[in-house]
């Protein structure tokens, strides 16, 4: 009757560090992180997702025999989910930089309202690409292939053996740089035909100095640049789909 109970509290620690490193994936990873889930129902899922995985990750050959060397194990683990989860949710701040960047041009930075995914202020057509950029995400499993990198990286990076490649700043500083070229290619087509729209609009009120400007530029701005984005719609889909695929194959690069 004793035997399973202490088999229970010696394979606690282990499990501990195999929870840790799952739920710090889920505290940044996009869909399954995101702040409009509540936080009892990711502690459920990391819970689930330890206990179905537990079997299959190799077991160190001694758990820490302090409290010590226990917290350093887990914030290992920890980290190591954090910067799987955090690399990956750069796209999407990508996408939504971009977003944001035309909804200034256009105007519609003046009307925000809270992005239940997020619980930040942004605009309407940010919150429509995010939304879009999700359901790109689903729809191409990424979010199975990125619990199946997790799932590899018990075998690559051991519990108790596995420290935070080097390579990690390295992949941090590609990925930004990733993200914010993917904000430009999704803003640069609105963004150069309101550039245009305005310089002609100048031109025009040095012509007609009765005419106003900004009570004119406002609606062309706007018609243009929705205009622009609906007929680059199809070309931002493919941007992005292929952004989520190298930057899960730098992840993998780094951690599996």
Known sequence: MLEPIKLLFDQAPIFALVLFRVGGLLVLAPLLGAASIPAKVKVLIALVLSAAIFSLVPQPAAAPNNAWGLALAIGNELLIGISMGFTLSLMFLGVRVGAELVSQQMGWSLARLVDPSSEVSSTVLAQFYVLLATLIYVLMNGHISLLHSLIQTFDTMPLLAAGVAGSV?????????????????????????????????????????????????????????LFILITSLELTCNLFEHSIIWVLQEIGSVFI
């Open 169 to 225: 700043q390295a992949l941090f500083e590609s990925t930004i740089t990733a993200a914010f070229m993917l904000g430009i290619q999704v803003a640069g087509p609105a963004l150069t035909a309101i550039f245009l729209a305005t310089l002609a609009l100048g031109f025009v009120s040095r012509t007609m100095p009765q005419l106003n400007i900004l009570a004119a530029g406002f609606p062309i701005r706007i018609t243009l640049a």
